[in-house]
T-cell receptor, first 111, second 116 residues
Framework: ETGVTQTPRHLVMGMTNKKSLKCEQH?????MYWYKQSAKKPLELMFV???????ENNSVPSRFSPECPNSSHLFLHLHTLQPEDSALYLC??????????FGPGTRLTVT | AQTVTQSQPEMSVQEAETVTLSCTYD???????LFWYKQPPSRQMILVIR??????QNATENRFSVNFQKAAKSFSLKISDSQLGDAAMYFC?????????????FGTGTRLKVLA
């Protein structure tokens, strides 16, 4: 285990549902990340938070809404998703610039 | 724009043998970092090794070493004495050296199979 946890590990949701992904780290890291991993595609950076402040938003659609209440917790709120949003969503954390430790991911299926 | 290319979708290696995974990248920057990440099946991705572009010496971490060819923009990963636990997806990644930069560019990955 890397010290980064994610819940839930699997999620199936309809296009009209609202759900949230949670990420937690107690490594004392100041930066947290959301990545999207799709088959046969490079890992896509979605959001970065540094000391609770969003520093990167990689042109992510507004149906994905991040929240970082403190340096240890990161959420990704989902609403009115599309089937093409089905993927593995990875959270990561680091002390400096760049993901050092990744969580196990949430496998999301949008039906 | 920077790009990272991993041209080998899948590789196989016999246990205890050596395997090399290739990675090429494109950038106009002179200072940057390169990384190899490992993602075992159903397990968390971890950083394996990193290389600073300004360092000529190739990075090594136990059985893992890199062959960094800056002029050729090549960054291959060599795994010596392969073990069953090395079976995983391996991702190459690039980051500019500018401070405050959090954006990594990842390749599409190489799946490594280790044969007993």
């Amino acid at each position: 285990e890397t010290g980064v946890t994610q819940t839930p590990r699997h999620l199936v949701m309809g296009m009209t549902n609202k759900k949230s992904l949670k990420c937690e780290q107690h490594l004392g890291h100041n930066a947290m990340y959301w990545y999207k991993q799709s088959a046969k595609k490079p890992l896509e950076l979605m959001f970065v938070y540094n000391f609770k402040e969003q520093t990167e938003n990689n042109s992510v659609p507004s149906r994905f809404s991040p929240e970082c209440p403190n340096s240890s917790h990161l959420f990704l709120h989902l609403h009115t998703l599309q089937p093409e949003d089905s993927a593995l969503y990875l959270c990561a954390s680091s002390q400096d610039t760049g993901p050092r430790y990744f969580g196990p991911g949430t496998r999301l299926t949008v039906t | 724009a920077q790009t990272v290319t991993q041209s080998q979708p899948e590789m196989s290696v016999q246990e205890a043998e050596t395997v090399t995974l290739s990675c090429t990248y494109d950038t106009s920057e002179s200072d940057y970092y390169l990384f190899w990440y490992k993602q075992p099946p159903s397990r968390q991705m971890i950083l394996v090794i990193r290389q600073e572009a300004y360092k000529q010496q190739n990075a090594t971490e136990n059985r893992f070493s890199v062959n960094f060819q800056k002029a050729a923009k090549s960054f291959s990963l060599k795994i010596s004495d392969s073990q069953l636990g090395d079976a995983a997806m391996y991702f190459c990644a690039y980051r500019r050296a500018s401070s405050g930069t959090y954006k990594y560019i990842f390749g599409t990955g190489t799946r490594l199979k280790v044969l007993a």
